[in-house]
T-cell receptor
Framework: QKEVEQNSGPLSVPEGAIASLNCTYS??????FFWYRQYSGKSPELIMS????GDKEDGRFTAQLNKASQYVSLLIRDSQPSDSATYLC?????????????FGGGTRVLVKP | KAGVTQTPRYLIKTRGQQVTLSCSPI?????VSWYQQTPGQGLQFLFE???????NKGNFPGRFSGRQFSNSRSEMNVSTLELGDSALYLC???????????????FGPGTRLTVL
């Protein structure tokens, strides 16, 4: 079992709709969770961080964390063609000293006009 | 505030050679992590440096090494290059982890290494 799992997609979403991305992780000691967006040929860009159970909203993005179910999700509201990218879920096991991210394989999102 | 910078952006090397990549973190960030990204394996952690000390290391052979300088700039070195080392090498900087959680990491543009 991979430490961080994501559906590879592609997730095809009509423009203006909600894109829902899911991520599960295997290690219960994980404490910090991040979503990165990566355009083709570019480096990952941090879009959301979440540390506590519940929802966190930032603009059109909402991250949801459920530590009991070891599940973190990302919602993109009013999806735009510019949201077409690969979204990477990353987990930091803070019990180990330092910053060490374990990434999922990414979900490719396609927003169709 | 300037972002993370990496040099060079592109490199072409042949098998058996060695390579050194450089990373300058965001001003004020003292933690620098290195990652390798390939189509087959995705993004994998190489190592992290903080205050010139390697604090974490991923599952890569000893051919991969790094160091950090007193100004927080970091370099990574790959010796005896193999074809499989062709990848995008990413550097990320962050503030030190907080007491109860890791901290946000910000990536540089990466160095694309091609080994022929």
């Amino acid at each position: 079992q991979k430490e961080v799992e994501q559906n590879s997609g592609p997730l095809s979403v009509p423009e203006g709709a909600i894109a829902s991305l899911n991520c599960t992780y295997s290690d219960r000691v994980s404490q910090s969770f991040f979503w990165y967006r990566q355009y083709s040929g570019k480096s990952p860009e941090l879009i959301m961080s979440i540390y506590s159970n519940g929802d966190k909203e930032d603009g059109r993005f909402t991250a949801q964390l459920n530590k009991a179910s070891q599940y973190v999700s990302l919602l993109i509201r009013d999806s735009q063609p510019s949201d077409s990218a690969t979204y990477l879920c990353a987990v930091n096991k803070v019990k180990a000293a330092g910053n060490k991210l374990t990434f999922g394989g990414g979900t490719r999102v396609l927003v169709k006009p | 505030k300037a972002g993370v910078t990496q040099t060079p952006r592109y490199l072409i090397k042949t098998r058996g050679q060695q390579v050194t990549l450089s990373c300058s973190p965001i001003s004020g960030h003292r933690s620098v992590s290195w990652y390798q990204q390939t189509p087959g394996q995705g993004l994998q952690f190489l190592f992290e440096y903080f205050s010139e000390t390697q604090r974490n290391k991923g599952n890569f052979p000893g051919r991969f090494s790094g160091r950090q300088f007193s100004n927080s700039r970091s370099e990574m070195n790959v010796s005896t290059l193999e074809l499989g080392d062709s990848a995008l090498y990413l550097c990320a900087s962050s503030l030190p982890p907080l007491r109860d959680r890791g901290n946000e990491q910000f990536f540089g543009p990466g160095t694309r290494l091609t080994v022929l």
